[in-house]
């Protein structure tokens, strides 16, 4: 069993910048991707971002390509996204997931969001 809990959310302006964490318990961290999705009101969840297991691989949607960053560290079984250059439609709940192979739209592991609200 793993556990992901998302810190980190909160309120920016657009054009701001802000960093979410997500700590892994449980289970061996290093044996799993990472990914980082995410929700609006009256939307569909959708993919932000992943890391392989190893770290060395990483992918993104094209809406955030350039301006968020996925990393992992492995001593403090965390994985981070960094937002910059945020924009009003990166407004959702920010969800964390956990893989034994790869990251898809169905994962095994799920955390309970974190709320991210850019203002225009």
């Known amino acids: 069993q793993v556990q992901l809990v998302e810190s980190g959310g909160g309120l920016v302006q657009a054009g701001g910048s802000l960093s979410l964490s997500c700590a892994a318990s449980?289970?061996?961290?290093?044996?799993?991707?990472m990914g980082w999705f995410r929700q609006a009101p009256g939307k569909e969840r959708e993919f932000v971002a992943a890391?392989?297991?190893?770290?060395?691989?990483?992918d993104y949607a094209d809406s955030v390509m350039g301006r968020f960053t996925i990393s992992r560290d492995y001593a403090k079984n965390t994985i981070y996204l960094h937002m910059n250059s945020l924009k009003p439609e990166d407004t959702a709940v920010y969800f964390c997931?956990?893989?034994?192979?790869?990251?898809?739209?169905?994962?095994?592991?799920w955390g309970q969001g974190t709320q991210v609200t850019v203002s225009s």
């Open positions: 997931a956990a893989a034994k192979g790869i990251i898809t739209s169905t994962n095994d592991y």
């Open positions: 890391i392989n297991w190893s770290g060395d691989r990483t």
């Open positions: 449980g289970r061996t961290f290093s044996s799993f991707a």
